[in-house]
């Protein structure tokens, strides 16, 4: 029964996967591409603080406290730190996310941020700026366009396109100039210098009142906001996982493997009998306090099966590759958290694959403390009756 979850994951190859010569870096301290090295696959990187000074010819994928890149990236970075440093050129698209973000460098294609504090400079962005979170200064020209929700903005370059933001404060720089139009949702009037200059249209939108109207949503922003949110708790949740709970996140994978359409059954009955059990103790009254507790690990057992999940889809496109069982769950984890989140935006199929591989690691769970309470409990009762 094996060979029925490696051509789910074998389905899953076909769209997004690393190719074979893909390079994997990891550590707990300092992870190091030194200069003067080149890889000439994707590169995987990760660690306490990532150091980026070689040329990457592919992709490159890191995650760390603090990430700094400042080699050349021949295609798309794909980021997740405390602190992100970019002066390193890239030739396509930037995704990343961090507490603080700067970026000091020429940009090919877009740029897509999520961060408490962004900084662009450098020689410029080929394509369109997407950002989220608290401050950001835009001091690099754009080709694109800007859009965003953000607490402040602050523009000091060409835009090449329109600017649609949604923003505590929008400030207009002297060396600002916007080719199309300027679109704002904000409780203050915009801080426009006089050299600044805007072709289009300017329009500013005052926030609805959050009583009685609808409010309305952060827009692509706010969806890819979500996005990295729910990847970057996925991976903190996997790495709490794995380095405090290593028997049990080895134990759920391995049953995952070893008896995929069994617990996929088991998840199932878990998913829907819980909550009919949960009614029917609340209808007793007495049985209130054990619903409310039995609904709360209900609850805590599905979201740690969709990280027990993002780990398993992780480690079998890395064993599918390497031919290696012996592959870390860290890894896994950075792999299959944004490989979950790229399946997500697929409709249906997308979503049922992962439905199913969500189901199959909530059975394991369900089986794997099963099976150590039973077998605790065999144990305490086999030496009660051998006792003298």
Not at 163 to 192: C, D, E, F, R, W
Not at 281 to 302: C, D, E, F, K, R
Not at 311 to 333: D, H, Q, S
Request: net charge positive; hydrophobic share 50%; glycine share 16%.
């Amino acid at each position: 029964m094996r060979r029925y979850p490696l051509l789910m994951i074998c389905l899953l190859l076909l769209i997004v996967a690393p190719s074979e010569a893909a390079r994997l870096m990891g550590g707990g301290g300092q992870t190091a591409l030194p200069r003067g090295t080149a890889v000439n696959d994707d590169l995987y990187i990760s660690g306490g603080a990532v150091l980026v000074d070689g040329v990457v010819n592919g992709d490159l994928i890191t995650a760390g406290g603090t990430v700094t890149i400042n080699g050349q990236v021949m295609q798309d970075i794909i980021v997740a730190g405390g602190t992100v440093i970019i002066n390193g050129n890239v030739g396509d698209d930037v995704r990343v996310a961090g507490g603080t973000v700067n970026i000091n460098s020429s940009i090919a294609g877009d740029l897509v941020v999520a961060g408490g504090n962004v900084t662009v400079s450098g020689a410029g962005i080929g394509g369109d700026v997407l950002t989220w979170g608290g401050n950001a200064d835009l001091s690099a020209p754009i080709s694109g366009s800007v859009m965003g929700n953000l607490g402040n903005l602050s523009i000091y370059n060409k835009i090449g396109g329109s600017v649609n933001v949604n923003t505590g404060m929008l400030k207009l720089g002297p060396g600002a100039a916007v080719a199309g139009s300027l679109t704002y949702t904000s409780s203050k009037q915009a801080n426009i210098n006089p050299l600044a200059k805007v072709a289009g249209p300017i329009k500013h939108n005052k926030p609805l009142p959050a009583a009685g109207k609808k409010v309305e949503k952060g827009g692509p922003a706010g969806f890819l906001f979500f996005l990295f949110w729910g990847m970057l708790s996925t991976i903190a949740t996997g790495l709490v996982l794995i380095y405090l709970l290593t028997g049990f996140t080895g134990g759920v994978i391995n049953l995952t493997w070893g008896r995929f359409w069994r617990n996929l059954g088991i998840g199932f009955l878990v998913l829907a009998v819980t909550p009919i059990a949960a009614v029917i103790l609340m209808m007793t009254v007495i049985g209130i306090p054990l619903a409310l507790i039995l609904l709360a690990s209900w609850l805590i057992m599905i979201y740690l099966a969709r990280v027990s999940a993002a780990i398993f889809i992780g480690w079998m496109v890395l064993y599918l590759l390497r031919g290696r069982r012996e592959t870390l769950l860290v890894w896994g984890l950075l792999l299959g958290a944004l490989l979950c989140t790229l399946i997500g935006l697929i409709p249906v199929l997308g979503w049922i694959f992962l439905f199913g591989i969500m189901l199959a690691a909530l059975g394991a769970i369900v089986s794997y403390a099963f099976g150590s309470w039973w077998g605790k409990y065999g144990r305490e009762r086999r030496e009660k009756v051998e006792a003298p």
